[in-house]
């Protein structure tokens, strides 16, 4: 990627540093930056207005190690594979192809049989866990709604990976589909989380304490999903 400095001269920046990056240049950076894009899985360096070639090139390659580390550090994506073993709403299973078998999918002794084509063993696997999460949300939700005199009117199971969940004014609570591979205590800490919005809107100490009474374990809930997000949302 090439840089255009306000001198004017302009320089290819991954020729000098060898590896991709992104450059973007900012009217308002006071300093040279390094942040990784996550999504397309490339450093971008920002470029202050003032800034030399040597300047640039020295900040990149003085940071090599730690971009090298940032991305090994990102989760892959990966899709559901057989043999894999996987915690559905707090079951162990493994995961297996079963082609001729009548049900499209179904748990039996610790397995989840999957039948059909195998081209098609992930998106059975995804569609089967976004169907469950569907009634299992739905049903919990409802019931802790319940204990605040509170209605449901919609639970959506979505594909959002940058947030867990979320509450509507209209009462409808949006869920991502992979918190039922979570544990127990953590579905039942973001179903409280997001029924809890129907009668506060903000993340206020009442709302704080409406959560707590509704779960079971809020505090270990939260932490486990700050600590294990990246790991469940590496499934596609
Ligand atoms: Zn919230």
Redesign the pocket.
């Known amino acids: 990627m090439k840089i255009t400095l306000l001198t004017g001269k302009t320089f290819d920046i991954e020729k000098e540093v060898s590896f991709p990056i992104e450059v973007v240049l900012s009217k308002r950076a006071k300093l040279l930056g390094l942040r990784i894009d996550a999504k397309k899985r490339v450093p971008v360096l920002t470029v202050p207005k003032y800034c030399s070639k040597k300047q640039a090139v020295n900040f990149v390659k003085a940071q090599e190690k730690w971009i090298e580390e940032h991305l090994q550090k990102l989760p892959t994506r990966k899709p559901f594979e057989e043999g894999e073993k996987i915690s559905f709403n707090g079951c162990e299973l493994e995961l297996r192809h079963c082609q001729n078998l009548r049900a499209g999918v179904q748990i039996e002794n610790g397995y989840l049989l999957v039948s059909g084509e195998k081209t098609f063993f992930a998106r059975r696997v995804r569609d089967f866990i976004k169907e469950q999460a569907q009634k299992i949300l739905y049903q919990m939700s409802i019931e802790k709604a319940a204990k605040l005199q509170c209605k449901v009117k919609r639970v959506i199971i979505k594909d959002t990976k940058s947030r867990w969940?979320?509450?509507s004014s209209l009462n409808n609570i949006n869920y991502n589909w992979r918190i039922m591979l979570a544990p127990p205590l953590v579905i039942d800490y973001l179903t409280a989380?997001?029924v809890?919005?129907l009668k506060h809107q903000d993340?206020s100490p009442e709302?704080w304490k409406c959560v707590d009474e509704l779960a079971k374990d809020a505090a270990y809930g939260r932490q486990w999903l700050k600590k294990n997000a990246e790991s469940l949302n590496r499934y596609i």
């Open positions: 969940g979320s509450c989380h997001e809890a919005h993340h709302f």
